[in-house]
Nanobody, 118 residues
Framework: QVQLVQSGGGLVQAGGSLRLSCAAS????????MAWYRQTPGKQRELVAM???????TYVDSVKGRFTISRDNAKNTVYLQMNSLKPEDTAVYYC????????????WGQGTQVTVSS
């Protein structure tokens, strides 16, 4: 079993920065991808950024140029650096790992609140 533990987040003024971390409880083999999602009340969870096993990254248009996803394989951790934050970035952020070969597994972090004040 894999557990993902998130840290970071909190309250920041518009224009500020935050870094989210997501650490796996153990090393994970055959990672297909890791990602960050966010969700606001009454809305579906939205993909914010993802990074593949090969290191390719994808971002939702609204965060391009402001957010950066990265991985530290030695620490089994994925990060989301968020700069130039806007009030519309306010949400609960979740990390996700997709791993496995013959069988695909999905694990989610516990979620962390990010609030951006105007």
């Amino acid at each position: 079993q894999v557990q993902l533990v998130q840290s970071g987040g909190g309250l920041v003024q518009a224009g500020g920065s935050l870094r989210l971390s997501c650490a796996a409880s153990r090393g994970i083999e055959n990672i297909n991808g890791m990602a960050w999602y966010r969700q606001t009340p009454g809305k579906q969870r939205e993909l914010v950024a993802m990074i593949t096993s090969g290191g390719s990254t994808t971002y939702v248009d609204s965060v391009k140029g402001r957010f950066t996803i990265s991985r530290d394989n030695a620490k089994n951790t994925v990060y989301l650096q968020m700069n130039s934050l806007k009030p519309e970035d306010t949400a609960v952020y979740y990390c996700k790992v997709d791993w496995g070969l013959r069988t695909r597994y999905i694990n989610w972090g516990q979620g962390t609140q990010v609030t951006v004040s105007s």
